[in-house]
């Protein structure tokens, strides 16, 4: 479908990984007058064809000034806190963030008919019965789970039109982001450092760059729902991690393989998970990459990037 109807796109959490990746996809076009904001007060990358306002979405007024300022037809919400341990310790923070951040937006977009495009998790299910489609029951097991669930139901409950994806192990390279686990692991693998990775937690590692496509897509074609957007392979984290070795030419024995209750941590991991992505393939025209496709996609950005 045409995109010349969608004008304004407000893109927000800007100066993260998928907030870049989406910006620049974005900029490629012509279609869109482009506004990004962040928490930070400048932007991590100068795009110059895009305005970036400093704004935190736990503000109930800076959320409603940013909207009135920017007149978004519609907006794409990348910011959330994704540290599943610390959203366990710090719960309040986790929700104003992940939840508050998300209704304050929905309030402001509410006014103006403005569509929200928003990226859940699949933290939503326990893992136990994976992979899971959209329509299996929630149960998350972590409060940052309980937190995107929330948000979901925010949105599903709202009068403003919404898509959601579901993703889950996001990886990729943009300038000046906390490092993911793929940038992790070459960091250490480089170093010659030994790495401990869990062979019990199952699912799809999703390159960062497919998703924001599968968002911009979603926004063209104004779908509406709840979708499932993760990469082409179902592994588990290790075989994920063994994938990458051999991808940088890296040395995998330095990769040993342990269990998620080994690890102790704050938060509960669902397992056996993974998203079936059908719905989004047929529904969106997607080709999800694969595990060695993604690598060496990651691969040539940061040959790129000099890293």
Known sequence: ???????????????????????EQLLRGFNYHVTLTSVESAPVRE?????????????????????ASVNPDVII?????????????????????????????????R???????????????????GPYTEEDRPEPLSYYGKSKLASENALRTSDVPFFVARTMVLYGYAEGVKANFALWLVNSLR????????????????LVDDLAFGLIRAMEMKRR????????????RFDFAVSLARAFGLDASLIQPIKTAQLNQPAARPLKSGLITLKAEVDLGLKLSGVEQGLALLKSQLVRAGK
């Open 225 to 236: 729902g709840i979708y499932n957007i993760a990469g082409k392979d179902i592994v588990s």
């Open 111 to 129: 006014k103006r008919s403005t569509a929200i495009i928003h990226v859940s998790s699949d933290y939503v299910f326990d893992g136990k019965s």
């Open 191 to 206: 170093e010659g450092q030994t790495v401990r990775i869990v062979d019990d937690q199952i699912g799809n590692p999703t």
């Open 1 to 23: 479908m045409n995109a010349v109807d969608v004008e304004r796109v407000l893109v927000v959490g800007s100066n993260g990984l998928l907030g870049q990746k989406v910006a």
């Open 47 to 67: 795009m110059p064809a895009a305005p970036y306002l400093q704004a935190d979405i736990t503000n109930r007024k800076a959320v409603k000034d940013l909207i």
């Open 77 to 109: 919400n990348c910011a959330a806190m994704t540290n599943v341990d610390a959203c366990e310790t710090e719960r309040e923070i986790a929700w104003k963030i992940n939840v508050g951040g998300v209704e304050h937006l929905i309030e402001a977009a």
